[in-house]
């Protein structure tokens, strides 16, 4: 079984930086595919950000704004995120996939407001 969890939200201006951490227990296969998802309110969940031994994926919404890193022997993903506007508003997720199956954290909230 995996568990991860979540820790870095908050409340930043618009503009700012926040970094938002996971750190994943139980066995995570080297060709898992690590990631972020947010769902704002009334919204549908979302990917945000997935790395993976050899390929990073990012949405059109954040890229050149977010970085996604993994440190495979700390089991660790980390999602940096700047230039926060509003819309970047929502509870993150991180999530791992591997052997056919989805892990979730219980997710952060991010509020990008002034």
């Known amino acids: 079984q995996v568990q991860l969890v979540e820790a870095g939200g908050g409340l930043v201006q618009p503009g700012g930086s926040l970094r938002l951490s996971c750190a994943a227990s139980?066995?995570?296969?080297?060709?898992?595919?690590m990631g972020w998802y947010r769902q704002a309110p009334g919204k549908e969940r979302e990917l945000v950000a997935s790395?993976?031994?050899?390929?990073?994926h990012y949405a059109d919404s954040v890229k050149g704004r977010f970085t996604i890193s993994r440190d495979s022997a700390k089991n660790t993903v980390d999602l940096q995120m700047n230039s926060l506007k509003p819309e970047d508003t929502a509870v993150y997720y991180c999530n791992v996939a591997q052997w056919g199956m989805n892990f979730w954290g219980k997710g952060t909230l991010v509020t990008v407001s002034s």
């Open positions: 790395i993976t031994i050899n390929s990073h």
């Open positions: 139980g066995t995570i296969s080297s060709i898992s595919r």
